[in-house]
């Protein structure tokens, strides 16, 4: 499980990194600058990194290494002296070659020891006319509306035309020639995934190349996991995609407490159907670990960093899928308002249910017992890992099917979700 969950930002001393580790976080996202700050004669820098560059990269990527953290780099701004919008730092270059200069310049430092970095994306959210919503993205901006400065609500028409000539390919045949993996900049959700498709699937005419050849893995921002299934089906299944990121999810989606259990357990799910035979080929990053908001995964302190309950949450997902993953061939059939998935995670069965209060049944029809005959069966709650009394479960299982009649508590733990709220919770069955 702990294979495909990551964060943005970085973790910054010993105590993060033993939060990290109890949440089960392996991936971290972060940028790289400041580059080329002021013109083209300055300095090459590229050993910062945070909010306004206030921090040192070099560390930070030796600490993730040493702690078994994989580090992803964004590229990106452009520089204010070279945007194409006076100032504007989320417009494309005015010279692709100072852009070139800066991956060129990260990518060699990088790549090679003591930070053996091998995942590096390109830019963040650029997108055009987006469907529904604001007619540029807000990572991507085009020429201003004529006589004015106004880059937010004027259509980009050349968006991502401009995009695939001016940034993506330029930066992934550098990527590439490293023998680096190329991460897609995070299409944003609300761009459409056709749109998406339109995209990765335009030939450059300057470069006689698709964006989708110059991509390794494909990457969206904040949809649910039903959503997958369209790029899987069309990019990685059969290639050219090695795999299928999310670098953004959660935000304010995890005022639902229930969001981020459900999302990697039903990410862990999904996966073992599509062929997890890689280790990075499906990660997904909580957007962000740290703040003051009640829906991050830690909060910030003073006087200490303290886990919120989305932060709980990982450290119980964690700890009840903590083994090697595996599918589960047999198809759950719940009783009445009650729902629910399941994997094995070693030898055990782990099912993460959903329920009203009350007692609920759950059958899995076709599955043999365990050679001893005997198993046991544990209810954890998903937020705060407290196990219920074995009173509150009952498990039989013969030939024809595992049967499993739990009690949910009337004081359920749902809360921030649309609907009735109803009790998150993982049933663990450990044959004896």
């Not at 007619?135 to 004015?148: D, E, I, K, L, V």
């Not at 498990?395 to 099917?401: N, R, S, V």
Request: charged fraction near 20%; glycine fraction near 10%.
């Amino acid at each position: 499980m702990t294979e495909m969950i990551g964060s943005n930002g970085w973790p910054g001393s010993d105590s993060d990194i033993a939060m990290w580790k109890k949440m089960g976080i392996t991936w971290a996202r972060g940028p790289v600058g400041p580059g080329q700050a002021h013109s083209a004669s300055d300095e090459m820098r590229v050993d910062k990194t945070g909010n306004g560059n206030g921090s040192d990269l070099p560390p930070v990527i030796i600490r993730n290494n040493s702690q078994g953290i994989h580090t992803l780099l964004l590229l990106a701004y452009t520089p204010a002296w070279n945007a194409s919008v006076p100032g504007d730092t989320k417009s494309a270059p005015l010279d692709v070659k100072a852009w070139e200069r800066y991956v060129e310049a990260v990518v060699r430092k990088y790549y090679a020891p003591p930070y053996n970095v091998r995942f590096f994306q390109v830019w963040n959210e650029a997108a055009g006319r987006l469907s529904g919503g604001s007619p540029q993205a807000s990572f991507w901006h085009g020429a201003a509306r004529p006589g004015t400065e106004d880059t937010q609500h004027a259509p980009y028409e050349r968006a991502m035309e401009d995009y695939v000539e001016k940034i993506h390919i330029p930066a992934a045949r550098i990527i590439r020639r490293y023998g680096a993996y190329v991460v897609y900049g995070g299409w944003p959700d609300q761009g459409g995934l056709e749109t998406f498709s339109k995209w990765l699937e335009y030939r450059s005419p300057r470069y006689n190349q698709r964006m989708l050849d110059c991509v390794d893995y494909l990457d969206t921002h904040y949809l649910a996991v039903k959503d997958f299934d369209y790029l899987y089906e069309r990019y990685v299944k059969q290639g050219p995609a090695r795999g299928l990121w999310q670098t953004e999810i959660g935000d304010r989606y995890m005022s639902d407490d229930h969001y981020l259990p459900r999302y990697f357990f039903d990410f862990a799910v999904w996966a073992l159907d599509r062929e997890w035979n890689d280790p990075n080929k499906y990660v997904s990053m909580v957007y962000h670990w740290d703040g003051y908001e009640p829906f991050r995964l830690t909060h910030r302190g003073p006087p200490a960093r303290t886990y919120n309950v989305s932060g709980q949450s990982l450290i119980v997902l964690n700890q009840t899928v903590g083994g090697a993953l595996s599918r589960f061939p047999q198809k759950l059939q719940f009783g009445p308002e009650a729902s629910g998935s399941a994997l094995y995670s070693g030898k055990q069965i782990v099912m993460q249910v959903r329920a009203l209060a009350g007692w609920r049944t759950v059958d899995a029809p076709g599955l043999a017992p365990p050679s001893s005959g005997r198993a046991t069966v544990q209810f954890v709650d998903a937020l705060s890992g407290s196990v219920s009394p074995a009173t509150d479960t009952e498990l039989k299982w013969d030939e024809e099917a595992l049967r499993i009649r739990f009690n949910v508590p009337d004081h359920v733990n749902g809360h921030g979700g649309k609907g009735t709220p109803k009790h998150l919770a993982y049933l663990v069955v450990r044959p004896q």
